[in-house]
């Protein structure tokens, strides 16, 4: 089982790779620069060299580098989508350091356009941020659909990546806590959702998955996170996730509403014990 939370990049790539061990796990996620804006780390190239290198020691599994909130490269103003493209190929270029993991972003916010529309300049900018030989996968995120959020559906999230060039370079991650909030049932059928997932988008596409609990009941459309077991999803929905042949392969990052990261070595030592030998 690879399991992992999101850590703060504050304190330098290494240092969240020792305290990705220090709480149990082989995988993490980290913002490529700040949530809600548009500054990003200095470029330490050395300590990204350190961080792969303990990658490698400690058979990590792939990292899921998750973009900023801000980027929107479905908006309805240009200056928000050319500010998104050009951080987004930053972020990537950056992440030729650390290659070989996934690069997560919010499809966007079509902002009454339309999805068809949203679609069409999503998969556009996606074709001019990425290139041939690029060692990050891009990984679309599935959405609650609150508001006017693209990538609520696997249909949205197939469109996409049946218009981006290069195939082996794009992806999806799985949000549990957005799924059932967008209305895929994955407590009463997982399997059926995800032979839903595999004949509309493919489960080769399928890259990684957020691990969430819901605040909010079935179909609610608001993507509000809760610990494992203590939402609407409940534990036994979570044994099945992490046990499921056709997940448990792959990362699983916590988002979970934790006050300190040993709330999150707490839930993955939970999960860890759930998992079947």
Known sequence: MHIGCHLSVSKGYLAMGREALRIGADTFSFFTRNPRGGGAKAFDREDIAALAELLEKEDFAPLVAHAPYTYNLCSDKEANRDFAERSMKEDLERLEDLRGNYYNFHPGNHMKQGSEVAVRIISDSLNRIMWPGMGTVVLLETMAGKGTEVGRS?????????????????????????VYDAG??????????????????????????????????????????????????????????????????????????????????????????????
Not at 252 to 257: G, H, V
Request: glycine share 6%; charged share 30%; hydrophobic share 35%.
């Open 184 to 277: 895929y049932d994955i407590v009463l059928d997982l399997q059926g959702v995800l032979r839903e997932f595999d004949r509309i988008i493919g489960l080769s596409y399928l890259k990684a998955v957020h691990l969430n609990d819901s605040k909010n009941p079935f179909a609610s459309h608001r993507d509000r996170h809760e610990k494992i077991g203590q939402g609407y999803l409940g534990k036994d929905c979570f044994t099945e996730v992490i046990n499921c042949p056709s997940l448990r392969d792959l990362p699983f990052i916590l988002e979970t509403p934790q006050e300190d990261n040993d709330g999150y070595r707490d839930e993955i030592a939970m999960l860890r014990a759930m998992s079947e030998k």
């Open 154 to 178: 696997f249909e949205e999230l197939a469109s996409i990546i049946e218009k981006v060039s290069l195939k082996e370079n794009i992806g999806v991650c799985l949000d549990t806590c957005h």
